[in-house]
T-cell receptor, first 111, second 112 residues
Framework: SQKIEQNSEALNIQEGKTATLTCNYT??????LQWYRQDPGRGPVFLLL?????KEKRKERLKVTFDTTLKQSLFHITASQPADSATYLC??????????FGAGTRLFVKA | DARVTQTPRHKVTEMGQEVTMRCQPI?????VFWYRQTMMQGLELLAY????????DSGMPKDRFSAEMPDATLATLKIQPSEPRDSAVYFC??????????FGPGTRLTVL
């Protein structure tokens, strides 16, 4: 079955730097991959979706890449701010409208 | 600003009691998901519906969990009897024909 691996260790970076989060999957390449943000005590919020035929997607300070050869997606936040501190979840299409979520990576941006 | 709503937000109950969680999806969304989130397991899909029909509930312990959509504006997740290992945050999410899911605020369940 499909497995998703995200860094379980928290990522600490300085304000203004670029944060890069990694999502690796082990089995088939999904038709699409999504990134969500989750703040403590709240539900995940959709950020970006990238399809298997797309290499890169951007939205404001966010950039997602999708490498089906490496079975990996990278999520970048440029010019990071303390308000970007949250847990970021990677989610893969599992077919039949299903989505599998990774465990998430906690990001801390220090002022 | 359309949102998914969930009730109750918090529930503390004793082992063996019945628990019912409710979700109101965003109007016009035809797909509804139930997830459970714990520190150990992360976000797990329990069941989902499309146009009110259950499509997959393989992630749900069938002996004690049940999920229904009595109408397009209400989805329910019931646990009977509840056990301490059911303690978690339960999220409902809804979607249209796109792949983006909109999550509710969750129900934090504690079973003593």
């Amino acid at each position: 079955s499909q497995k998703i691996e995200q860094n379980s260790e928290a990522l600490n970076i300085q304000e203004g730097k670029t944060a890069t989060l990694t999502c690796n999957y082990t089995n088939y390449s999904p038709a699409y991959l999504q990134w969500y943000r989750q703040d403590p005590g709240r539900g995940p919020v959709f950020l970006l979706l990238i399809r298997e035929n797309e290499k890169e997607k951007r939205k404001e300070r966010l950039k997602v890449t999708f490498d089906t050869t490496l079975k990996q997606s990278l999520f970048h936040i440029t010019a990071s701010q303390p308000a970007d501190s949250a847990t970021y979840l990677c989610a893969l299409d599992a077919g039949g409208f299903k989505t599998i979520f990774g465990a998430g990576t906690r990001l801390f941006v220090k002022a | 600003d359309a949102r998914v709503t969930q009730t109750p937000r918090h529930k503390v109950t004793e082992m063996g009691q019945e628990v019912t969680m409710r979700c109101q999806p965003i109007l016009g969304h035809n797909t509804v998901f139930w997830y459970r989130q714990t520190m150990m397991q992360g976000l797990e899909l329990l069941a989902y519906f499309r146009n009110r029909a259950p499509l997959d509930d393989s992630g749900m312990p069938k002996d004690r969990f049940s999920a229904e959509m009595p109408d397009a504006t209400l989805a329910t997740l019931k646990i009977q009897p509840s056990e301490p290992r059911d303690s978690a945050v339960y999220f409902c999410a809804s979607a249209t024909f796109t792949d983006t899911q909109y999550f509710g605020p969750g129900t934090r369940l504690t079973v003593l």
